[in-house]
């Protein structure tokens, strides 16, 4: 294509003038524009929509064609597009490639910090009436282990014992709410966190660990100063999905709402981030939020974390799992130094104890309920079904047959597969078999996905499929049914998908199907695996799986089906 020029416009003097001065000008926006969408850490931009964005808020300097933007919170900035690839994306909807060198760390002067109430423990009298062996025999008979440096509180067996501490209000929710008693973490973690001790909690999913540190919290919170206008927030929860923050935020604000303690939450997701930075400059006492938005959001000035003096880490080993151990140790050195630090996880890895010992300013009391290492949910029955591939979708079928004519009739079921293209390919199938249901996976937008799954707790539907984007961090009540229809490829998701149910001491099922059409060394390594977990809560191995697992079966070769209801 001819460039164009003045003479092949057939400009006067005049307006010849007026053409250079005009493209002049034009070249040297241009050239801004340029600059500052190549020039790295200095320029960094928050963009909160723009067309050309992802997940992260920062431009990524190791991806100069991708991002720009603008200065200012809430304008998306285009930028310039080029071949480098787009940054990558985890769960929650955070960026692997978060930029951190905006982020300063905080010069903390110790000799200056106000003080803030750390002890909150009034110790109720049936619990100080208790004998050493008494609580010795209650630590035995909630299989929990202890450690730590000092005393520790002896643990609680009646939400009683917590009012002089919570209060009346909070008690009254926890009555409202319906529970019965304390879960075994609850009955360690309550006393000890209301001590102001930094703890570790090592608990299954599903044992009720998020009042564990939620209900502490809160009354914290409600005995330190209000809240100044720019103030941060006085407690803060890091969790690894967006799933997850939802669910402690829910419960957050539940449990809150009666004290006027107010919560916000920050997690990535279109649509998402103006209404979140309104909540946050707005003030909340708790924010509960996936490291990556919170990064972005701190790096914008949008919140500060200066006041923070409860911190909880929840599924620590999850968030390391992701890759967020960068930004969380970014994150912690933005809070105070003599913070109160909890960490919640399912295991008891290097990498937590590393982190537990870099976090915690003093030796931290560890809870353990059960093993440190990942187990199954005693309360949910685990039968797998080793049958040819192009079984299972009658198998599937089989079990809405069932249910039509037993008690179980309306209970909730959870379909687990491996791919998004099954999932819609199920919600077809299923439909067409008249059963109601939704599939929720990550191409659904945010919104669908929180319609699904709100309209599934409701019961609108029973049925709900979903890949791994619903695996870990769910809080859906009365779940009586999880069905593998794709196993996952290790025992750490099958032990997570599987507690979607068994929750609450309440008992479950979950039924999953192990396809052995031919020799696989990652199946066989699979079928040992759920060997050893069905054994170590106690359950029987199916005899085809055994025989896989001893490595004598090359094919499935056999049809039958385990009977489960």
């Given at each position: 294509m001819a460039s164009l020029s003045s003479r092949s416009l057939s400009l006067t003097p005049t307006r010849e003038r007026l053409w250079q001065d005009v493209s002049a000008k034009t070249a040297h926006r241009v050239c801004h524009l340029v600059f500052r969408s190549f020039s790295g850490a200095s320029q960094h931009a928050y963009a909160a929509g723009g067309k050309n964005r992802g997940g992260s808020a920062y431009q990524d300097p190791s991806s100069p064609g991708y991002g720009g933007g603008v200065h200012r919170f809430g304008h998306g900035g285009g930028g310039l597009r080029g071949s480098a690839r787009r940054p990558e994306r985890v769960p929650g909807g955070d960026s692997k490639y978060d930029n951190h060198a905006i982020l300063q760390d905080v010069r903390w002067d110790v000799e200056r910090m106000p003080d803030f109430q750390k002890d909150l423990y009034k110790e109720h009298e049936a619990v100080t009436q208790r004998t050493p062996e008494e609580n010795k025999q209650l630590v035995e008979d909630l299989s929990a282990t202890l450690r730590g440096r000092g005393s520790v509180p002896g643990p609680i067996t009646a939400f009683e014992h917590m009012r002089p501490t919570f209060g009346e209000l909070l008690m009254e929710e926890l009555t409202e709410a319906g529970f019965r008693e304390p879960s075994p973490i609850q009955k360690f973690a309550w006393p000890i966190l209301s001590k102001g001790r930094d703890s570790v909690g090592i608990a299954q999913t599903g044992s009720g660990k998020t009042l564990s540190y939620l209900?502490?919290?809160?009354?914290?919170?409600?005995?330190?100063?209000?809240?100044?206008?720019?103030?941060?927030?006085?407690?803060?929860?890091?969790?690894?999905?967006?799933?997850?923050?939802?669910?402690?935020?829910?419960?957050?604000?539940?449990?809150?709402?009666?004290?006027?303690?107010?919560?916000?939450?920050?997690?990535?997701?279109?649509?998402?981030?103006?209404?979140?930075?309104?909540?946050?400059?707005?003030?909340?006492?708790?924010?509960?939020?996936?490291?990556?938005?919170?990064?972005?959001?701190?790096?914008?000035?949008?919140?500060?974390?200066?006041?923070?003096?409860?911190?909880?880490?929840?599924?620590?080993?999850?968030?390391?799992?992701?890759?967020?151990?960068?930004?969380?140790?970014?994150?912690?050195?933005?809070?105070?130094?003599?913070?109160?630090?909890?960490?919640?996880?399912?295991?008891?890895?290097?990498?937590?104890?590393?982190?537990?010992?870099?976090?915690?300013?003093?030796?931290?009391?560890?809870?353990?309920?059960?093993?440190?290492?990942?187990?199954?949910?005693?309360?949910?029955?685990?039968?797998?079904?080793?049958?040819?591939?192009?079984?299972?979708?009658?198998?599937?079928?089989?079990?809405?047959?069932?249910?039509?004519?037993?008690?179980?009739?309306?209970?909730?079921?959870?379909?687990?597969?491996?791919?998004?293209?099954?999932?819609?390919?199920?919600?077809?199938?299923?439909?067409?078999?008249?059963?109601?249901?939704?599939?929720?996976?990550?191409?659904?937008?945010?919104?669908?996905?929180?319609?699904?799954?709100?309209?599934?707790?409701?019961?609108?539907?029973?049925v709900l499929i979903a890949t791994d984007v619903a695996q870990r961090g769910l809080d859906i009540p009365n779940v009586k049914y999880v069905v593998n229809y794709d196993l996952p490829n290790t025992i750490h998701d099958y032990v997570h998908r599987i507690g979607r149910t068994g929750r609450a001491g309440i008992k479950g099922t979950a039924i999953s199907y192990f396809c052995w059409d031919h020799y696989d060394p990652g199946k066989l390594k699979l079928a040992q695996e759920l060997c050893d977990a069905m054994r170590q809560v106690s359950q029987t191995p199916p005899p085809a799986l055994q025989e896989i697992a001893s490595g004598s079966s090359r094919s499935s070769g056999s049809s039958k089906s385990t009977s489960y209801l």
């Open positions: 209900l502490p919290a809160l009354s914290h919170i409600s005995q330190q100063p209000a809240l100044e206008p720019g103030d941060g927030p006085v407690a803060l929860v890091m969790g690894p999905t967006r799933e997850l923050v939802q669910q402690i935020e829910s419960e957050a604000r539940k449990f809150g709402g009666i004290t006027k303690i107010k919560s916000a939450v920050c997690y990535g997701g279109s649509g998402s981030r103006h209404s979140q930075a309104r909540a946050l400059r707005d003030g909340a006492h708790i924010v509960i939020a996936t490291p990556g938005r919170l990064i972005d959001f701190l790096s914008a000035g949008v919140v500060n974390l200066k006041r923070v003096t409860y911190l909880v880490l929840d599924e620590a080993d999850r968030m390391l799992d992701m890759g967020f151990e960068p930004s969380i140790r970014k994150i912690v050195k933005q809070t105070r130094p003599d913070r109160q630090t909890v960490l919640f996880s399912a295991t008891w890895p290097k990498e937590i104890q590393s982190m537990a010992r870099d976090f915690c300013k003093e030796d931290p009391t560890m809870v353990t309920i059960g093993s440190t290492e990942l187990q199954c949910n005693p309360d949910v029955t685990q039968i797998v079904e080793v049958i040819p591939e192009l079984q299972r979708q009658d198998h599937l079928l089989g079990i809405f047959e069932k249910l039509k004519d037993s008690p179980d009739k309306d209970a909730k079921v959870l379909i687990f597969t491996a791919t998004k293209r099954t999932a819609d390919q199920m919600e077809r199938n299923l439909r067409g078999a008249r059963i109601p249901c939704a599939a929720i996976h990550g191409d659904k937008d945010q919104q669908s996905r929180e319609r699904m799954l709100r309209d599934y707790k409701s019961g609108t539907f029973k």
